[in-house]
Nanobody, 121 residues
């Protein structure tokens, strides 16, 4: 079964740091772009960051300079290093990725189940 599984969420004080992980598992031929989104209570899901399969990165203005997205292609895993966290970063964080399951087929968009990040004193 192909799936994305996030981990690393939790409770952290303002100004603190957390690192989220997103691991892709199952029969996968290759992975295109990967990214993070988040959804706070009562708000729509919003883009956080994305990384292409060649390592180019893009960030939302709200996290630029505080969050760093990276990936380990050998492990089919993506990371989000979050620093200088603020209460407004509180949300469920979801990873997504374009997974190519077989050679010569188009990528399919997959989403993880989400991991809660709470920034509070």
């Amino acid at each position: 079964q192909v799936q994305l599984v996030e981990s690393g969420g939790g409770l952290v004080q303002p100004g603190g740091s957390l690192r989220l992980s997103c691991a892709a598992s199952g029969s996968i031929f290759s992975i295109n772009a990967m990214g993070w989104h988040r959804q706070a209570p009562g708000k729509q899901r919003e883009f956080v960051a994305t990384i292409t399969n060649s390592g180019d990165t893009y960030y939302a203005d709200s996290v630029e300079g505080r969050f760093t997205i990276s990936r380990d292609n050998a492990k089919n895993t993506m990371y989000l290093q979050m620093s200088s966290l603020k209460p407004e970063d509180t949300a469920v964080y979801y990873c997504n990725a374009g997974l190519v399951l077989r050679r010569f087929t188009r990528p399919t968009d997959y989403w993880g189940q989400g991991t809660q990040v709470t920034v509070s004193s």
